[in-house]
C-alpha cells in the first residue's frame, strides 16, 4: 500500500491545484534565472540549496500528514514539532544572536525586541483573521505569508553575510515538514484541497531568491538590527512550534477525548521534551562537525 493511496494531491481542475502548480513554476523560474545571472556566486547556491530544502520537506510531508488524518495518538506530529524547534531555537542562538550582539549590542538588542514583537503581533493578526468572513482559505493564506515573511528575512540574511553556511538556512526550514504535516492533517479533516499547501512550500524560495540576490551595504548597526531582528523572529516561530500537549493545542486536538486524562498525553509530553533536546543538540553537533 502506497503511502499516497487515496490522498488526492493534485485534482485536474481545481483551483487550489492551478494556484499551488503556479507557485512551483515560479519558483522553478527564478531558480533558472539565478543560476542564469549570478553563476558561481556561492550565496545563490546557498539560497537555491535551502529553497528547495524547504520545498521537499514541506510537500513531501502533505500525504504523510493527510494519511495521519485520523490518528488518536499523533507520536509523529509532537517528534515533527519538537525536532524542528529544538533546531530553530539552538540556530538562532548559535548562528544569529552572537552576530546581532557582536556588530552592535544594543542596536542588535532592539533587533531581537522588534522581531520578537513583531512575530507576535503577525500572529495574532492572522489569528483574528481565521474569525473573519473572507472569501478565501484562512489558514492557507496564513502559513503562506508566514512562508514568503521567513524566506525575505532568509535573503537579508545571506544577503548581508554572504560568509554564513548553509547549516542556519536549512535548521530554519527544518519546520517547513512538520508544517506541512500538521496543516495536511487539518486539511484531510476538514477537506480542505491540499494543493493549496504547494504556496507555502514554494513560498520561501520565491522570497528568499531574489531578496539575496539583491546584495546589500555591509553597515554594522543595520547589520545588527537585521541579525538581531532575525533571530527575534525565528524564536518567535520555534516557541511557537514546541510541542504542547495542553488544551487547545494541535496535539491536545486530535488526541482521542476519553485518553485525555489518561497516560497518552503524559507519554506525548515525555516525547515532546526529547524531540526538542535531540533537535537542538542535533543542530550543535553538525556545528561541530562541519563548522
Not at 493534485?10 to 531558480?31: F, K
Request: glycine letters at 14%.
Amino acid at each position: 500500500m502506497g503511502i499516497t493511496e487515496d490522498v488526492e494531491f493534485i485534482n485536474p481542475g481545481d483551483g487550489a491545484t492551478a494556484l499551488g502548480v503556479g507557485a512551483v513554476v515560479v519558483l522553478l523560474l527564478l531558480s533558472g534565472a539565478a543560476v542564469t545571472v549570478a553563476r558561481g556566486d556561492p550565496v545563490v547556491w546557498k539560497l537555491l540549496g535551502i529553497s528547495w530544502v524547504a520545498f521537499l520537506a514541506m510537500a513531501g510531508s502533505v500525504p504523510f500528514g493527510a494519511r495521519a488524518a485520523d490518528d488518536p495518538h499523533p507520536r509523529t506530529l509532537v517528534w515533527g514539532y519538537g525536532l524542528a524547534s529544538g533546531a530553530m531555537i539552538t540556530s538562532a542562538a548559535l548562528f544569529l544572536l552572537p552576530q546581532a550582539i557582536g556588530l552592535d549590542p544594543k542596536i542588535g538588542g532592539i533587533g531581537v525586541a522588534l522581531g520578537l514583537l513583531t512575530g507576535f503581533g503577525v500572529h495574532t493578526i492572522g489569528h483574528r483573521l481565521t474569525h473573519a468572513d473572507l472569501p478565501f482559505d484562512h489558514t492557507a493564506v496564513e502559513i503562506a505569508a508566514h512562508a514568503f515573511a521567513a524566506g525575505t528575512i532568509i535573503g537579508l540574511i545571506y544577503g548581508t553575510m554572504p560568509s554564513l553556511g548553509p547549516l542556519l538556512g536549512l535548521a530554519i526550514v527544518s519546520h517547513k515538514g512538520p508544517a506541512g504535516y500538521a496543516a495536511a492533517r487539518r486539511f484531510r479533516r476538514i477537506d480542505k484541497p491540499l494543493a493549496i499547501l504547494l504556496i507555502p512550500a514554494a513560498g520561501l524560495g520565491i522570497a528568499a531568491i531574489p531578496v539575496g540576490l539583491v546584495g546589500f551595504p555591509q553597515i554594522a548597526p543595520l547589520d545588527a538590527l537585521v541579525f538581531g531582528f532575525a533571530a527575534g523572529i525565528f524564536l518567535h516561530v520555534a516557541m511557537d512550534f514546541l510541542p504542547s500537549c495542553e488544551v487547545g493545542s494541535d496535539v491536545y486536538e486530535v488526541v482521542s477525548p476519553d485518553e485525555h486524562e489518561h497516560h497518552v498525553l503524559d507519554e506525548l509530553r515525555i516525547h515532546a521534551v526529547a524531540s526538542t533536546v535531540v533537535g537542538g543538540a542535533a543542530v550543535v553537533a553538525a556545528w561541530l562537525v562541519i563548522g
